[in-house]
């Protein structure tokens, strides 16, 4: 299904490329404006190599480098962009560690997602655990995930490229297996198929029957949500039966302050 890459292009199909960026040392103003350089000099050779391709996708981290341990940014509160794209194709962006959230890949295939991409500049001790779930996030939710890491090293950390792209059936269409910093990792991919596995699939149309358990038996399925942790979350009662045992639960281990701001609604509601 890949088109050997890319190069024989179907009618309804997507070209993908991953750019595998080299991970950039990103220091002074001149810095900045050397890797804004380089990023187009990457779209240029990603259009000259391939010029089927519909889509370049580049890692977390592309413009400003060096990776920071435990990433102490504010969370987003505007939801998951989903937006439409090269013919048709519904597409959305996750960052990183979302993608080990199962529930992230879901809110993009409940909007309509089509198309996942995740970026990220993960390193190495990660590799194992990105495979499995950019698999998983796909065949999850009959969704097709392209999914790429910054590469090589920057001095001080090691990133794995990684590029992955990967069916809605869950089998892996292309990967970036060597390392190699700057490859493009490209495939053609399906968005045409993923609306139609959605529609005619029976066994494993797993988002719909997520709300439909048991339509053989019950009509229309159970349509309930038997799922605790759910009911919690929108209660505001979340807790884990191990919560108090928890160890790391902010950034002081790392040298950063208690936080003491409340996140969204919480905040204004403690403004009152």
């Given at each position: 299904?890949?088109?050997?890459?890319?190069?024989?292009?179907?009618?309804?199909?997507?070209?993908?490329?991953?750019v595998q960026l080299q991970l950039p040392v990103v220091v002074t103003k001149a810095d900045l404006a050397r890797q804004t350089e380089r990023i187009v000099y990457m779209?240029?050779?990603?259009?000259?190599?391939?010029?089927?391709?519909?889509?370049?996708?580049?890692?977390?981290?592309?413009?400003?480098?060096?990776?920071?341990?435990?990433?102490?940014?504010?969370?987003?509160?505007?939801?998951?962009?989903?937006?439409?794209?090269?013919?048709?194709?519904?597409?959305?962006?996750?960052?990183?560690?979302?993608?080990?959230?199962?529930?992230?890949?879901?809110?993009?295939?409940?909007?309509?997602?089509?198309?996942?991409?995740?970026?990220?500049?993960?390193?190495?001790?990660?590799?194992?655990?990105?495979?499995?779930?950019?698999?998983?996030?796909?065949?999850?939710?009959?969704?097709?995930?392209?999914?790429?890491?910054?590469?090589?090293?920057?001095?001080?950390?090691?990133?794995?490229?990684?590029?992955?792209?990967?069916?809605?059936?869950?089998?892996?269409?292309?990967?970036?297996t060597t390392g190699r910093a700057d490859e493009i990792i490209t495939a053609e991919v399906r968005p045409d198929l993923v609306r139609e596995a959605r529609i005619h699939?029976?066994?494993?149309?797993?988002?719909?029957?997520?709300?439909?358990?048991?339509?053989?038996?019950?009509?229309?399925?159970?349509?309930?949500?038997?799922?605790?942790?759910?009911?919690?979350?929108?209660?505001?009662?979340?807790?884990?039966?191990?919560?108090?045992?928890?160890?790391?639960?902010?950034?002081?281990?790392?040298?950063?302050?208690?936080?003491?701001?409340?996140?969204?609604?919480?905040?204004?509601?403690?403004?009152?």
């Amino acid at each position: 299904m890949s088109g050997l890459g890319g190069l024989n292009k179907s009618p309804h199909g997507v070209v993908i490329g991953l750019v595998q960026l080299q991970l950039p040392v990103v220091v002074t103003k001149a810095d900045l404006a050397r890797q804004t350089e380089r990023i187009v000099y990457m779209v240029g050779k990603a259009r000259r190599n391939l010029g089927t391709m519909d889509l370049v996708v580049f890692p977390e981290y592309s413009l400003h480098g060096p990776w920071i341990p435990v990433e102490p940014w504010e969370p987003g509160d505007i939801g998951i962009p989903v937006i439409e794209g090269p013919k048709g194709a519904k597409i959305a962006l996750i960052i990183c560690h979302d993608g080990m959230f199962p529930e992230m890949a879901r809110e993009c295939a409940y909007k309509g997602a089509e198309i996942m991409i995740r970026t990220a500049g993960y390193t190495a001790p990660i590799r194992d655990s990105w495979r499995f779930t950019n698999q998983a996030n796909a065949f999850q939710n009959l969704m097709v995930t392209a999914n790429v890491c910054m590469c090589g090293s920057d001095g001080s950390f090691d990133s794995m490229g990684e590029g992955m792209i990967v069916n809605f059936d869950g089998s892996i269409i292309a990967h970036g297996t060597t390392g190699r910093a700057d490859e493009i990792i490209t495939a053609e991919v399906r968005p045409d198929l993923v609306r139609e596995a959605r529609i005619h699939w029976g066994v494993e149309n797993n988002i719909y029957q997520l709300w439909h358990r048991g339509y053989v038996a019950v009509k229309g399925g159970a349509m309930d949500c038997p799922y605790t942790f759910m009911q919690d979350m929108v209660a505001g009662t979340f807790r884990l039966p191990w919560e108090e045992q928890v160890k790391v639960t902010d950034g002081t281990s790392c040298g950063f302050r208690v936080p003491t701001r409340i996140f969204g609604r919480r905040t204004a509601k403690a403004a009152e």
